[in-house]
């Protein structure tokens, strides 16, 4: 079974960086799509950005720009580089894998798309 934990989360003031880091357990690591969602108190989840086994990356229009995702799949680890942070960022910020489809080219942005989770790290941007 797969499990995933991030870290990295923290408080930052609007206009800095944070990187958020997931570290997975399973085997299988380099051959499913990754995801970083993020929930904010009152709100549904959301898709932020995610990257498919073979590297290509999808964003949110919200964080297109601003932030990037990466993988290093000789560690293990899915990486969520964020900069110029805004309040509207804050939020509990989840990575998942979609390890049910192996080797497939699709991102999904819905979380129903997703198998496993993290417990997630909280990210608050203050101003």
């Known amino acids: 079974q797969e499990q995933l934990v991030e870290s990295g989360g923290g408080l930052v003031q609007a206009g800095g960086s944070l990187r958020l880091s997931c570290a997975a357990s399973g085997r299988t690591f380099r051959t499913y799509a990754m995801a970083w969602f993020r929930q904010a108190p009152g709100k549904e989840r959301e898709f932020v950005g995610g990257?498919?086994?073979?590297?290509?990356?999808y964003y949110a229009d919200s964080v297109k720009g601003r932030f990037a995702i990466s993988r290093d799949n000789a560690e293990n680890t899915l990486v969520l580089q964020m900069n110029s942070l805004k309040r509207e960022d804050t939020a509990l910020y989840y990575c998942a894998a979609d390890h049910l489809r192996p080797y497939s080219g699709d991102v999904p942005v819905n979380a129903s798309g997703y198998s496993y989770w993290g417990q997630g790290t909280q990210v608050t941007v203050s101003t």
């Open positions: 990257i498919s086994w073979s590297g290509r990356t």
